[in-house]
């Protein structure tokens, strides 16, 4: 008999939601993690560190008052690493402490260290003390999530030259930062630095950023940050970067010559399982170390299953989680319903961006009819309370039936309004049920209200025309 139903590896968001699942089906579990990184990548290096950061950048520098009271309002003048730390670690502390109550509330077995496969039911879990201990299980769940990928060609030295993870732990705000990969996680920390006063450059290979967000969304993001001093060189590759006495030197491939205090790499991420000892479970990666599963989130080994970013996209805190849920489920043969297609994405940038279902450019593509309806906080009551005269949110609308084809919001409370527009969605509504309901006065959910009643004149003037 096994010591264990079911086994998982790492216990971030992913991992965790997979362990609790499993025990509150009454099964024997246990997750393995290293004594340092409980909750994983999402709670220590990722997720939450860099968003309680960006909520400690704009408290400090008083970016969101400065429509009220004038440009040069700051809450602190001279920010410090310490003063952006003292909340980030506040944070995460409070964080473990909660995964840790909730795995000892649901008799999850925590085993510190870092697991190998001896064969495809036995995993050999090695702690820091070299000791090692054998632990055998039914059903295994991977969950160990993914770390910065590292080109070979870049002499990466944790102080000039850095990735996200190092940009935790820098010892002061630099002066001047270079941002190589306009991909979510560099624009994020690009934005969090240019609202610090920090001189950003972000260098990006491809034409545009974000290519899979809404145009008009990005184009919004990129006024905001240009207003902020970012610099951006896109269709651009660094061909090195050369360590000098103040900071480094980022060549460009067309000859251009960047010099920074800090140049920060954002080249994706790679999967955790170079350690795991795969091929003695009979499993393989790929080349950026993600494992191949079925849609129950089921690899190439039937009792193994792998959730969360070690699998690939959608890479998200959100989706793992419920990725976790549903192999456990089903790997404790009460299989659920998979994850609704419809997913929301956010983006933490300052100003942050939240959207769900398609785009114009997709629609269009796909020869799918729409119509646009959309509000700008700048009319809404609560947008001038709050200082917000940027944000928008545009609803696209089918005019065959007047659902809602796609929700983009950018500016103030993006990712949280959102999730009014996944309602309706999830649920098949319609622009009607928006235009018909009272939202509370004054919002920024009023948004929805102004976007529907704008696509709706909109429709009904198209009906005109055709008479």
């Known amino acids: ?40 990548v999402c709670i220590n290096t990722g997720t939450i560190p860099s968003k309680t950061l960006r909520e400690a950048v704009l408290y400090l520098t008083g970016l969101n008052q400065r429509e009220m009271y004038g440009q040069s309002y700051r809450v602190k003048d001279d920010i410090t690493v310490g003063d952006l730390g003292i909340r980030t670690q506040h944070v995460i502390g409070r964080e473990i402490d909660v995964i840790r109550s909730q795995l000892a509330r649901n008799h999850v077995a925590v085993v510190p260290g870092t697991a190998r496969f001896v064969d495809p039911h036995t995993l050999d879990v090695i702690d820091e003390s070299n000791r090692d201990v054998k632990i055998t299980a039914d059903k295994i769940i991977i969950a160990t999530g993914t770390r910065p990928a590292r080109p070979a060609s870049v002499e990466f030295d944790e102080e000039t030259i850095i990735d996200s993870d190092g940009i935790l732990n820098l010892q002061a705000v630099p002066d001047s930062l270079v941002v190589v990969g306009a991909g979510v996680i560099g624009i994020e920390y690009a934005s ?25 969304i990005v184009e919004a993001l990129k006024y905001h940050l240009r207003d902020l001093a970012v610099t951006f060189r896109f269709g651009e590759t660094v061909a090195a970067v050369e360590r000098r006495a103040r900071g480094a030197l980022a060549l460009l491939e067309s000859g251009k010559k960047i010099p920074a205090e800090t140049v920060m790499y954002s080249a994706g991420r790679q999967g955790m399982t170079d350690g795991l000892g795969l091929e003695l479970a009979g499993l393989s990666a790929d080349d950026r170390g993600r494992i191949p599963v079925d849609e129950h989130y089921r690899t190439t080994v039937p009792h193994i ?10 890479s998200l805190a959100a989706t793992s989680m419920e990725q976790g849920r549903i192999a456990a489920h089903h790997a404790c043969a009460e299989p659920l319903h998979g994850i609704h297609h419809l997913q929301p ?9 939240s959207f769900i279902g398609r785009t114009e450019d997709e629609l269009t593509a796909s020869q799918v009819p729409f119509e646009v309806g959309i509000s700008r906080y700048r009319e809404l009551a609560r947008g001038q309370i709050i200082g917000d005269t940027y944000g928008m949110l545009k609803l696209l609308v089918s005019p065959e039936d007047r659902s809602l084809l796609g929700v983009h919001v950018f500016g103030t409370g993006a990712t949280e309004l959102l999730h009014i527009g996944q309602a309706v969605m999830g ?3 319609t622009i009607d049920y928006l235009v018909d309901a009272v ?3 004054p919002t920024l959910a009023e948004s929805y209200k102004v976007a529907a009643l704008d696509a709706m004149n909109k429709l009904r003037r198209v009906a005109r025309f055709e008479l």
């Open 1 to 40: 008999m096994a010591d264990f139903d079911v086994a998982v590896i790492g216990s971030g968001p992913g991992g965790q939601k997979a362990a609790i699942a499993a025990a509150k089906l009454e099964k024997r579990v246990v997750i393995v993690e290293r004594r340092n990184m409980m909750g994983g």
């Open 192 to 216: 969090m630095f240019a609202a610090l006063g920090t001189k950003v450059t972000v260098v990006e290979r491809r034409e545009r950023m974000l290519d899979f967000c809404d145009l008009e």
């Open 305 to 314: 299953y792998a959730v969360g970013d070690v699998i690939g996209f959608p």
């Open 345 to 353: 994405i956010g983006i933490y940038t300052i100003p942050e961006i």
């Open 427 to 429: 649920c098949g509504g």
């Open 439 to 441: 939202f509370n006065y």
